[in-house]
């Protein structure tokens, strides 16, 4: 491949060294709202580079899980002021990178930062319980060990707060870490990187190595140095990495996608939910795990409900998420724009009707990016493709019910379970969705989203493998329970 020397080449970083693949071949990062743009080229990186990074993961983790966990945070605080210091460098590099706008970006890093002075406070908190132990001789307690090297594998979504949520917990549990990120977004999370080395991390504590999933993500799933693997991503990808670690007794973490319903009461606030919609189903271009996929109204506020939505729908901006007053970016690659249009016809072939968008944006300022326009069907029924399989785009799929009970049916009638939405006034109505919706993450009057970072994160169903993160819950995946009885 010809290289444009103007633009950077970020390298693997392995044992406090940045260094280049021993394949000698790199892959250019493209903004995905103009493809003349290239942020960078990473690299396309080897098995052997696991190892190498696996390896050294393993040597630095003996002294690491060594030092207090006061002394682990002193890192975690450090790498905080940096990323703080360049937060919209970092936050300019992601937009060009996978597309989401520039104060998306923004918030994503500021949510970096938190989750890094959140993490190294941990670092003071209790590590174990005492137990009453029948024998009045005895003391019995537990204490939280580290698993020793963790492997993380993310998406590109999220490149700087998924990455950052994942090691930070790693790190102050006392685990080194081997990250590999999306391919997408390899240059952001080298950035991220930049921001550890500078915090002076012990060299082998954090690595970093790119390339592609396929090859690179076995190698570390399959690493016999590698203790546990934290995956966030697809379905498909999950399972795999899943059976990977069970047949040789590692540590998994799998957090995926969704198909995420937000319930439509006759008795709520219409403009809440209509302006709750909008923001959760086409905010990041629909590229959230936990974005709105389904609307589910009832017949007496349907009419009302979509015609609202449809305004507001209309006055949405689309383009590059770098400009002023660009409301939704483009889909991150070629890949996932035609992941939306393929599900966008399949809408059509099973009958639903398209009442807005649908159609990949052309002319000028389009061309050389992957723009579509937001997208809403109707007359969509339960069976059909677009209600049960995740787009992870700018489309919505309205559904019109007669009663609540029947809207709670549909919301539950998919194999995912990781965030649900209810806009109503009334308390039972409240209670009974707390109550019947499967769902890890459940929002009343609130658009479907994430939640705050001190609180735990995951789904149900196909959703994760029923752990979960962020918040004080991360420390039952990143630690082991010793459990010690003193004669
Ligand atoms: P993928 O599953 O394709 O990729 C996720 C990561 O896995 C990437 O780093 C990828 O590398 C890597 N990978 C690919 N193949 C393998 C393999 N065989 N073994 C190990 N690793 C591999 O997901 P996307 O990046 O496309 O992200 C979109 C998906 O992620 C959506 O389905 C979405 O719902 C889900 N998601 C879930 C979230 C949650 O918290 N529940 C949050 C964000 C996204 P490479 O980039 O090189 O292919």
């Known amino acids: 491949m010809t290289v444009d020397t103007k633009k950077e080449t970020y390298l693997n970083f392995i044992n406090g060294s940045w260094t280049a693949s021993t394949s000698g071949e790199v892959m250019p990062s493209l903004n995905p709202a103009n493809n003349d ?73 500021a949510r970096g930062v938190a989750i890094l002075r959140y993490y190294a406070g941990e670092g003071l908190r209790k590590e ?18 580290p698993l020793g090297v963790v492997g993380v594998i993310t998406p590109w979504n999220f490149p700087v707060a998924i990455p950052i949520w994942k090691m930070a ?29 500078a915090a002076g991390f012990p060299a082998g504590v954090v690595n970093m190595v790119t390339g592609p999933g396929s090859v690179i993500g076995p190698a570390l799933t399959d690493n016999p ?33 969704g198909k995420n319903p937000v319930i439509v009461a006759a008795d709520c606030d219409i403009d809440l939910a209509v302006d709750a919609t909008i923001s959760g189903a086409f905010r990041s271009t629909g590229q959230k795990c936990t974005a709105t996929s389904r609307v589910i109204i009832e017949e007496a506020v349907y009419e009302t409900f979509k015609e609202k939505l449809l305004k507001k729908t ?33 809408g059509k072939e099973e009958g639903a009707t398209l009442l807005a968008g ?41 559904i019109q019910v007669n009663n609540l009970k ?12 990781l965030c649900a939405s209810i806009f109503t006034s009334n308390i039972q109505n409240m209670l009974s969705f707390i109550e019947d919706m499967e769902a890890g993450l459940i929002r009343i009057n609130s658009e479907s989203a994430g939640v705050e970072l001190q609180a735990p994160f995951g789904g149900m169903k196909q959703s994760s493998s029923h752990s979960r993160e962020q918040g004080e819950a991360a420390k039952e995946f990143f630690t082991s329970i010793k459990t010690i009885f003193v004669k």
């Open 37 to 109: 743009d290239i942020v960078g080229y990473v690299q396309m990186s080897t098995k052997e580079e696991i190892d190498d990074a696996a390896t050294a993961a393993k040597e630095a983790q003996k002294s690491w899980k060594k030092l207090s966990g006061n002394d682990r945070g002193g890192f975690l605080y450090k790498a905080a002021d940096i990323l703080e210091s360049r937060l919209e460098e970092i936050a300019e590099c992601m937009t060009r990178e996978m597309g989401k706008t520039f104060p998306e970006a923004k918030g994503e890093t």
């Open 169 to 197: 917990p790693a790190l102050i549990y006392g685990n080194s870490v081997v990250i590999k990120p999306a391919q997408e977004t390899a240059v952001t999370c080298a950035k991220v990187m930049e921001c550890f080395e």
């Open 128 to 145: 174990g319980d005492v137990i009453p132990s029948t024998d009045s001789s005895a003391l019995m307690f537990t204490s939280r060990v």
């Open 314 to 346: 209309a006055e949405i901006t689309v383009g590059d998420g770098l400009k002023e007053g660009i409301w939704m970016g483009p889909s991150a690659s070629e890949n996932q724009l035609n992941t939306v249009l393929h599900y966008i016809e399949k």
């Open 406 to 417: 029947d809207a709670l049916h549909i919301a539950n009638d998919v194999d995912f379970g």
């Open 225 to 257: 140095n590698v203790n546990a693997i934290t995956f966030t991503g697809s379905n498909g990808v999950g399972k795999v990495i899943g059976q990977g670690c069970l047949a040789r007794g590692a540590k998994y973490q799998l957090e995926m996608g």
């Open 358 to 398: 649908g159609n990949r944006l052309k002319g000028e300022g389009f061309d050389s990016g992957y723009f579509v326009e937001p997208t809403i069907f109707e007359n969509v029924t339960s069976e059909m493709t677009i209600a049960q399989e995740e787009i992870f785009g700018p489309v919505i799929a309205l």
